[in-house]
């Protein structure tokens, strides 16, 4: 009982419906739309108002498809309900009642009348798709009597009382609470007792038995009875969908999609049609092409005698519609074949929908546009233009620039050898590796503390999308290719295999073993899960970098004709540079000097720098490492072949670079000849309270000119190395954390004598400019000063963002995570630019500094260049370029298509 009470606490059951709350207007709301008989008061663009799946069972009825009647209730009433504190606006269910009356004349039914019932549907649906996140009830308005009426109706007892007690069971469970766990295990004890191995062997007299089973679960979790009223059903149904939208599963789910704005969820209330009415009757759930690999091939699974709960809670495996509904019913798939054609050609979308075959009759329950990965939704974008269904602009828009990660990382290298220990359904493509995790909160737990997991699982359910998220992987030994799970994980572009029939899953002993093997295996087993084959494969596989070509080189390539802004990468190395170059960088707007001094026994003259007491020795220590500096640049300018190169000099504080362990410090005294004393002593000197705001950037260079004179000198010198082997160069010199007109001024004088001293020396003429990182607040407000010296501002966002809100980047998390949770913060600040403070400030740069200097070079170099959102505001204010790192330019140059076709459409 102290479960039942949990549970029934977080959903809140009501024990009756809410008395209704006087909401003050003047003017009548309308809540309730009604659709059916081939008319609706609804529209396909009424989506934000109604929901997406009750805008399109409106435009469905308004097409002509086979659609139940019924009604949709506004998100908006959603909303009226939450902010009155959970109750029913006033008026809300007289206007229900109002509909119900013309839903049983559009459906010749009757509420509540057991010679002629109607029975219906209460579902959720938000404006953007949510899949199994909110609650669903069917077959309201049944009781003891209808119950016994709709069993004479239809001459099939068995069915009336199968619908029965999944109403009683979801009733319970959704509504008010009761886990659904108990009604399993009556389900189970019955099902053992009759020798009954599946819910469709049990017989009338053994359901009627299941029936009084969960009745009795029912009234001991809820402390009354059933009731029997089908107007007090419906009413708490409603309120039931309602209160789902701040159930912790959808919260979770919008946070983890950025789900924003939303007003509530509708609940749409349907008549009933039923799929388990016998061997002539099914449910299924389809998509119009493939969403795993954006074939155009019907994609569906349906189940012979079974409601739509089935399908999608993945307790029963279910039959595949393109191999097997011909077999089953020729007329049913021509039909289905029919409905494809007609959803893409009225959607100009991938649908997935939801089907009912009541007695050979096709219904159709609801459409939307289908979650895709991301390599299907590539294809599908790039087909769909071939087949004239939409335009490349539209192509564009069809694919999530962030979603472009899944395809940007290695897959299972296809030459290594496989231990196939068991094998699934591909539901959701790519490649894993991971320890396995039994339950969702272990998953979520041990990927938190750095572990890659698997989630491991009979089933998954929406309680488990935390874990879900979490886990690196996710693997199930039931359900379909429409499974929750692989509906959930396809969205994310998370890899997931589901159906592995041959997993034998034991969640509290934490093992896992494969049938017809001895072998075992627990939370530290590792195992591969390949989401394009189904392979659960033991140990660790290596992978391989993907191909870009085919759909998504043609989906770039329309990117690029439409963008604005140019797409340039972070990178440190002439590797990092070519692997920015396959994605499409068209220059390098960041590199780091100070990585390249971490390098083999570059490290030690580093050291031997730092430890110098006069400007000779370190002049000296400086000179062994010009070489490897210059060498960088040569292979760096060399990969980028004439497109620009912004080199930022020495940025971090120079503790950064010394030993603080005692014995590393020992090693480093008797390499320079220093005492371990003096190492210490000068280690001591260099410690600072607060170092991002300390003794680092310009102010290194200030103090220590000589280091800005060798950076120079290595960069020129490289110049002109790769100039004398006709390889255009464009090297830009990069000022750190500069605040003022006056340090730039000061440092420039040395930047522009050594520059000219050594192409001077190699009788080469060089173009280069000189500019500076905008990230202290002091260079955005006084940009106006700043660009008299500086040929090119780049935005470190990173560091702006730090100085700007007064958070270290180091320590954010221990207080972050409270801010997004209580939605004092929208967004993480260090992922996604702050447009409303960050991003007036470097607006205000980019104006002041044109206004200076017309035509000012002016990017952006943090990993903000990466996020999409981030890229939008960039295009908006004029930026030149971003930049990002190397596996994040495809999604720079996809989002900044995205920025300039929506801008083109204001």
């Keep these: 009982m102290a479960k039942v009470a949990k549970k029934a ?214 402390g009354e009875d059933f009731p029997q009223d089908g107007l007090k059903q419906l009413a708490l149904s409603i309120e039931a969908v309602f209160k789902s939208w701040m159930g912790d599963r959808a919260i979770a789910y919008r946070r983890i999609n950025d789900v924003r704005g939303l007003s509530g969820t509708a609940v749409n209330v349907q008549t009933m049609v039923f799929g388990n009415m016998g061997d002539d009757s099914a449910t299924g759930v389809a998509f119009t092409r493939n969403p795993s690999t954006g074939e155009d091939r019907f994609y569906g699974e349906f189940l012979v005698n079974a409601q739509g709960e089935d399908v999608v809670a993945g307790i029963r495996t279910p039959l595949d519609c393109d191999t097997e509904m011909g077999k089953w019913s020729k007329k049913s798939w021509k039909e289905l074949l029919v409905v494809k054609d007609k959803l893409e050609a009225r959607y100009k979308d991938v649908q997935d929908f939801e089907f009912t075959i009541e007695r050979g009759k096709l219904y159709m329950l609801q459409t939307r546009a289908g979650k895709r990965n991301t390599k299907a939704a590539v294809k599908i974008a790039a087909d769909m233009v071939k087949e004239k269904l939409i335009d490349e602009k539209t192509a564009i828009l069809r694919v999530d620039p962030a979603s472009l990660d899944q395809l940007l990382h290695p897959m299972f290298d296809p030459k290594a050898k496989r231990n196939v220990i068991a094998k699934g359904l591909p539901a959701s493509p790519g490649a894993a590796v991971g320890k396995l995790a039994f339950t969702a909160d272990e998953a979520h737990e041990r990927a938190h503390n750095g572990e890659k997991v698997i989630l491991l699982r009979k089933e998954t359910s929406p309680e488990d999308v935390q874990g879900m998220h979490s886990a690196a992987g996710i693997l199930t030994s039931t359900g379909g290719m429409t499974s929750h799970a692989a509906v959930v994980a396809r969205g994310w572009g998370k890899t997931c295999v589901v159906g592995a029939g041959a997993l034998v899953i034991d969640e509290r002993s934490k093992t896992l073993r494969i049938q017809g093997s001895d072998k075992v295996y627990g939370p530290d087993s590792v195992v591969s899960i390949d989401g394009s084959t189904g392979e659960v494969i033991e140990g660790s596989l290596p992978m391989v970098d993907p191909e870009m070509t085919g759909p998504f080189a043609q989906i770039m390539k329309w990117a690029d004709k439409y963008r604005t802004i140019t797409v340039r990468t972070n990178a440190d190395s002439p590797a990092d540079a070519n692997k920015a170059r396959e994605f499409g960088a068209e220059g390098i707007g960041l590199c780091r000097t100070e990585h390249m001094f971490f390098e083999g026994g570059r490290i030690k003259h580093m050291r031997e720098m730092i430890l110098a007491t006069d400007v000779d020795a370190r002049k000296a220590a400086l000179a062994k490492l010009l070489p490897y500096q210059r060498d960088d640049f040569v292979g760096i300018f060399k990969a980028m072949n004439g497109l620009p190169v912004t080199i930022r000099l020495l940025d971090p504080p120079l503790h950064e670079f010394l030993p603080h362990a005692e014995e590393d410090q020992a090693e480093l005294a008797r390499d320079t000849g220093k005492t371990l004393a003096e190492v210490k002593a000068r280690v001591s000197q260099l410690h600072e309270a607060n170092p991002m705001l300390g003794h680092r950037g310009d102010r290194l260079a200030v103090t220590y000119p000589e280091i800005l004179e060798m950076q120079v000198r290595a960069i020129i010198e490289a110049a002109c190395i790769v100039k004398k082997e006709k390889v255009k160069v464009l090297p830009e010199i990069m000022i750190p954390l500069a605040g003022t007109k006056k340090e730039l001024d000061y440092l420039k004088t040395y930047t522009v004598e050594t520059a000219n001293a050594v192409m001077k020396e190699q009788g080469v003429k060089v173009d280069w400019m000189y500019g500076t990182m905008i990230e202290v607040p002091r260079a955005a407000l006084t940009a106006d000063e700043i660009a008299h010296t500086a040929e090119f501002f780049s935005f470190g966002t990173n560091d702006l963002t730090q100085m700007t809100f007064g958070y270290s980047r180091d320590d954010v998390n221990s207080f972050l995570p409270d801010y997004l949770a209580k939605d004092i913060l929208e967004k993480d600040p260090f992922q996604s630019l702050d447009q409303t403070g960050v991003g007036k400030l470097v607006k205000m740069a980019v104006d002041a500094g044109r206004k200076t200097k017309k035509g000012l070079k002016c990017g952006i170099c943090g990993e903000h260049g990466g996020d999409p959102k981030s890229v939008e505001f960039c295009v908006g204010v004029g930026l030149d370029y971003v930049s990002c790192s190397p596996f994040r330019v495809p999604i720079a140059r996809l989002a900044a298509a995205h920025a300039a076709i929506k801008a083109s459409k204001k």
């Design 9 to 222: 606490a977080k959903k809140a059951p009501a024990k009756s419906p809410a008395k209704a709350s006087p909401k003050s207007s003047s003017k009548k709301i309308k809540r309730v739309y009604f659709f059916g008989a081939g008319k609706a008061e609804g529209k396909a663009e009424q989506k934000l108002l109604l929901g997406g799946k009750g805008a399109n069972l409106a435009d469905m009825t308004l097409a002509g498809l086979p659609v139940p009647p019924g009604f949709t209730i506004t998100t908006e009433t959603c909303r009226d309900y939450n902010d009155l504190k959970q109750k029913m606006p006033a008026g809300l269910l007289e206007e229900v009642k109002d509909h119900l009356a013309r839903t049983e004349k559009a459906s010749s039914k009757k509420f509540g009348d057991p010679k002629n019932p109607l029975l219906l549907a209460v579902r959720s649906g938000a404006a953007i798709s949510m899949p199994g996140m909110m609650d669903t009830v069917l077959n309201v308005g049944l009781n003891d009597v209808v119950v016994e009426g709709l069993a004479q109706l239809t001459n099939n007892a068995r069915f009336a009382y199968d619908c029965y007690r999944r109403l009683i069971n979801m009733f319970g469970d959704t509504v008010m609470g009761v886990p659904h766990e108990e009604f399993e295990h009556a389900l189970s004890e019955v099902k053992a007792s009759v020798g009954a191995a599946a819910d469709t062997d049990l017989r009338t007299a053994d359901l009627k038995l299941v029936v009084e089973k969960y009745k009795a679960i029912y009234k001991k979790g809820t």
